[in-house]
């Protein structure tokens, strides 16, 4: 499966943005879905994941609240909507497919968007 990720920009501190990721193929509701993110001079971090069927989702705590994951199966697309945002929140996105378990480790996923930059400023 191919991924693309789109969606991002810059926006001011608590302002909102919403983040999509189209997928090619027509086996996009067999993968679990999930976002990452990575800051410059950090390594990816695991923001949010969410299950095949879109009914379990899984945000690492710095998100929790802030950001919602979601997915629409007939249009191949997961989101990623962000709210609140901060400057800590700038970074770049991607979005991430796995043919097995939903993790939260980059190891755990098997497909990779291009990434999508979300600048936050202060």
């Known amino acids: 499966v191919q991924l693309q990720a789109f969606g991002g920009g810059l926006v001011h501190s608590g302002g909102s943005l919403r983040l999509s990721c189209a997928a090619s193929?027509?086996?996009?509701?067999?993968?679990?879905m999930g976002w990452f993110r990575q800051a410059p001079g950090k390594e990816r971090e695991f923001v949010a994941g969410?299950?095949?069927?879109?009914?379990?989702?899984y945000y690492a705590n710095s998100v929790k609240g802030r950001f919602t994951i979601s997915r629409d199966n007939a249009k191949n697309t997961v989101y990623l909507q962000m709210n609140s945002l901060k400057p800590e929140d700038t970074a770049i996105y991607y979005c991430?497919?796995?043919?097995?378990?939903?993790?939260?480790?980059?190891?755990?996923?098997?497909?990779w968007g291009q990434g999508t930059l979300v600048t936050v400023s202060s």
């Open positions: 193929g027509s086996t996009f509701s067999s993968y679990n």
């Open positions: 991430a497919g796995a043919r097995r378990a939903l993790g939260t480790n980059w190891s755990d996923y098997n497909y």
């Open positions: 969410i299950r095949r069927s879109g009914g379990t989702t």
